[in-house]
């Protein structure tokens, strides 16, 4: 697995910020409602999580997380609901354009982490609508950066086998079953979106 300059990880993420807004600001209301992959959140709760960097400060943040028993999934589920229903798709929208550029990154994630943010829940929203879906290269960035701590976050075991892609240079796992796949749905299997079927 190869890793990537953090200019290269930082242009990507600003590329997927672009062509998700594109995407989402042509989506009609029913397909705002439509059930993420994400389970219990709409598409609108997605893009609202999508924003939550560029709308928390810190010591909002701690405080979130303190009304949340310190439990991030609570925190970030009640602001995704929270936010969804406080704001429009088109707010959510030019909430999102006025941050292509910003440089925020997750704690102990780096460029990767926010990469891996943007494409995995741009995912969770575009798939149920059938919109596109990043390009090969950019998902193989993310998963470039996967490794067993993610693996074991999001609860995905892969039983000896390893994830080997058919449309990039890039494989999960260290096992000796090879199991070949796109790079797309790797990730909607590693992330746990989709069952690990081999």
Known sequence: MRTSPAHDLTAETQAERE???ALFCDLS??????LSLCEGWRVREVVAHITMPFRTKPLGTIAGMIRAGFSFTKYADRDARSTAGEMSGAELVHLLQRNIGNPWQPPGGGGAGALSHDVIHGLDATEPLGLPAPSADRIALVLASTGPRQLRFFGVDLHGHR????????????????????????????????????
Not at 163 to 186: C, E, R
Request: aromatic fraction near 6%.
């Open 19 to 21: 062509r998700l807004a």
């Open 29 to 34: 209301p029913e397909q705002w409602d439509t």
């Open 163 to 198: 994830l080997t892609a058919t449309d990039a240079d890039v494989s999960v796992g260290d096992g000796t079953n090879v199991v070949p796949m796109t790079v797309k749905d790797i990730l909607l299997v590693v992330t746990g979106r989709y069952p690990f079927t081999p």
